[in-house]
């Protein structure tokens, strides 16, 4: 099939907006070219231009289109609206058994006419975040400058212009033209397919493929880290930037003065990150190293020798800035900035973060003990978490809340488990993030995530399916890891009233609802059976973590052996007959009739339940629940025993009702365990 090439050139494109809009180009063209069955995308973008290939069919066959429309009868404006939707008019329209019918003939098309004919109205509701006018009189916008479209299907040009009437488009036509690298190449050049068009910016210092700068990248700072003695810190998010900052990335090397060394590790990280997208670099020993790794954007003739003094002297000025916040905040105790917290607000609803650190404190006293933590400890450490935010470096980075709190109350004397509290009571602030491990840690942790899911459950500020602006799914999934990670034996229930206590209360079965329902999705993405927990969590109000899931995994084992399987169809059956009977008849309740059961197969089963249902209650009680799902798996053999030999709809009425409550005292015992009714297949 003939490939389409489409390349639009801009002035410098925001990183962040890049890759989505390589992948909103790939959408509008699937979505405007899908006559032309489009296949093999492939999409590309960098600071100066997006673009895509995708091969096409060469036309649009010739078709046929015949659609019934209103009656003969109908008023003239369904006839108006019916022409309207289809595009048509009255010489396209048939009378045919009372019916208007559309019979309409289109000719084949040519992939370059349809191209040129969706192409500027696809260009002009283009989905960029934000769009910009420029010079001219031209209504149309682009995220930056458009310079030039380069168009091409099967190595020919297909010619458009963005003019729209009397708006000129900026006199935008495409063609095959385009500009290599901005210095080092920015003369104009002809190309003919997606390939030349690869090599040819190559040839011109323009690496066109995102991943290919991204992979240069990180193999560029750590052979230049390396050659140093240094290693790279890891960061994902800066890689992405960075490639998407850069066209020809050349990996350098600067120096740190010794004068700024004894800053925070953390603090030089994030300002060179922040402030330059630099890349931090570590010794050996794990310690913050006196040099930085960058990517320049040009090779330079000297070896890049003056960018790198360039870069070093700005760097110098922004770390004198971090100096002066780290000497001017540590004059002031920690303790004594807690009181300027009641001039920041919160929330207008929920207060100031001086009345949320006081619910903390309540909060964290109460589940020191819990969680085997100091409770003074625990007070102490919510008493100064947020402290931090008063101080001029957090400020300035806000990203290095918690940190710089842990460095000033050790500076101060605290006691490291406080310090180690305040830093990472904020985690885990995403999924792949560690959770605290200390204990004071936990407490605080889990008071000052439970203080903003009760309080905004609270005032009925809660997630919806389009936004989450609290972050409160993060905060529901970072008590549940933490619960889990440390198994730690807690009521939810007895949580959420707690963090209640001092604010507008929750619904604590709502908000119960909603962590179980992060306990859902935590499962399945682990590629867990959350299904399992549905059926656990319908057999009672069970709110203790550790105890669901212990109780999950022995369900699951049980179900993945054979017995248990076949044992999951017995119950199954059972309720489906159970269901229909009690349609008519209503619930079956009340003991089994032991005079009524004859045949040998009723006993058999009205003895295993005998023998079966007091040993899983004693199990369950004991949470030995491979126990108790091992006492489940003894019934098979009488339960299918029962089934291939009795029927349940016997003629006489007083047989058939003991039968029904014999398979009422199955579906009770087992849903003892887990509702079985709520497992999938």
Request: hydrophobic share 45%; with cysteine.
């Amino acid at each position: 099939m003939p490939e389409f090439f489409l390349e639009l050139f801009s002035e410098e494109i925001p990183a962040r907006m890049q890759a989505k809009a390589a992948d909103d180009l790939a959408r509008l063209l699937a979505e405007t070219l899908a006559g032309l069955q489009p296949r093999h995308f492939k999409t590309f973008y960098g600071p100066r231009r997006i673009a895509c290939a995708v091969e096409l069919h060469a036309e649009i066959a010739e078709s046929r289109t015949i659609e019934r429309g209103p009656r003969s009868n109908a008023p003239a404006q369904a006839m108006a609206g019916f022409l309207r939707k289809h595009g048509a008019d009255l010489s396209d329209v048939r009378e045919e058994a009372g019916f208007f019918v559309l019979d309409r003939a289109s000719p084949a098309v040519a992939a370059q006419t349809l191209i040129a004919d969706v192409l500027p109205a696809l260009l002009r509701r283009f989905p960029w975040p934000k769009s910009m006018r420029w010079g001219g009189t031209s209504a149309f916008t682009w995220v930056r400058p458009l310079r030039r479209i380069t168009c091409l299907f099967d190595r020919a040009i297909v010619p458009f212009s963005l003019r729209d009437g009397d708006d000129d488009g900026h006199g935008l036509v495409a063609g095959n033209l385009t500009e290599g690298h901005r210095f080092h190449a920015p003369e104009v050049f002809a190309v003919a397919s997606c390939a030349d068009w690869q090599t040819g910016l190559l040839a011109r210092k323009v690496v066109v493929d995102a991943a290919e700068r991204r992979a240069a990248i990180a193999a560029g700072i750590a052979k230049v880290a390396a050659e140093a003695g240094y290693g790279v810190v890891e960061d994902a998010g800066l890689l992405d930037e960075v490639a998407g900052l850069v066209e020809w990335p050349v990996p350098l090397l600067g120096r740190i003065g010794a004068a700024y060394m004894d800053l925070p590790a953390e603090v030089m990280q994030v300002s060179m990150r922040v402030n330059q997208r630099y890349f931090a670099l570590r010794t050996a020993d794990g310690t913050a190293a006196p040099a930085f790794a960058f990517v320049a954007n040009i090779a330079a003739t000297d070896g890049g020798a003056a960018i790198i003094a360039g870069n070093e002297r700005v760097l110098s000025a922004r770390f004198s800035d971090a100096r002066h916040f780290w000497d001017l905040d540590r004059r002031n105790r920690l303790d004594t900035r807690v009181a300027a917290l009641d001039a920041i607000t919160f929330h207008a609803k929920l207060g100031s973060q001086g009345a949320r650190v006081e619910r903390i404190e309540a909060v964290a006293n109460w589940l020191s003990g819990l969680v085997g933590a100091g409770t003074l400890d625990c007070i102490r450490a919510a008493r100064l978490a947020k402290a931090d935010l008063t101080t001029g470096m957090v400020g300035e980075f806000p990203e290095l809340q918690g940190v710089m709190g842990r460095y000033y109350a050790l500076h101060d004397g605290e006691r490291a488990e406080v310090g180690e509290a305040i830093q990472d009571h904020y985690l885990p602030k995403g999924p792949t993030d560690p959770v605290p491990q200390g204990r004071v840690s936990i407490a605080v942790a889990l008071a000052d995530k439970l203080d903003i899911l009760a309080g905004f459950f609270g005032i009925n500020e809660k997630p919806t399916g389009s936004g989450d602006p609290y972050a409160l799914r993060r905060a529901a999934l970072g008590v549940i890891r933490i619960i889990r990670e440390h198994g730690l034996r807690l009521s939810l229930r007895a949580l959420i009233g707690i963090a209640s206590a001092n604010q507008a209360p929750a619904d604590p079965e709502d908000l119960l609802a909603f962590l179980l329902e992060r306990l859902r999705v935590q499962l399945r993405t682990e590629g867990a059976r959350h299904d399992v927990l549905n059926a656990v969590l319908g057999a009672g109000t069970d709110d203790d973590l550790v105890r669901i899931l212990a109780r999950t995994d022995a369900v699951a084992g049980l179900l993945g052996t054979e017995d248990g399987a076949n044992l999951l169809g017995a119950y199954r059956r059972a309720v489906n007959i159970l269901r229909i009977e009690e349609k008519k008849d209503g619930p079956h309740g009340g003991a089994v009739d032991a005079r009524l059961l004859h045949a040998p197969e009723e006993q058999a089963l009205a003895a295993a339940l005998d023998n079966v249902a007091p040993t899983v209650a004693t199990a369950l009680g004991n949470e030995d629940f491979t126990g108790a799902m091992a006492e489940m798996a003894r019934l098979r053999p009488s339960v299918y025993a029962f089934f291939d030999a009795i029927q349940v709809n016997a003629d006489d009425a007083a047989l058939r009702k003991n039968r029904l409550l014999l398979l009422a005292r199955l579906r009770g015992v087992m849903n003892q365990v887990a509702d079985f009714s709520r497992i999938d297949g």
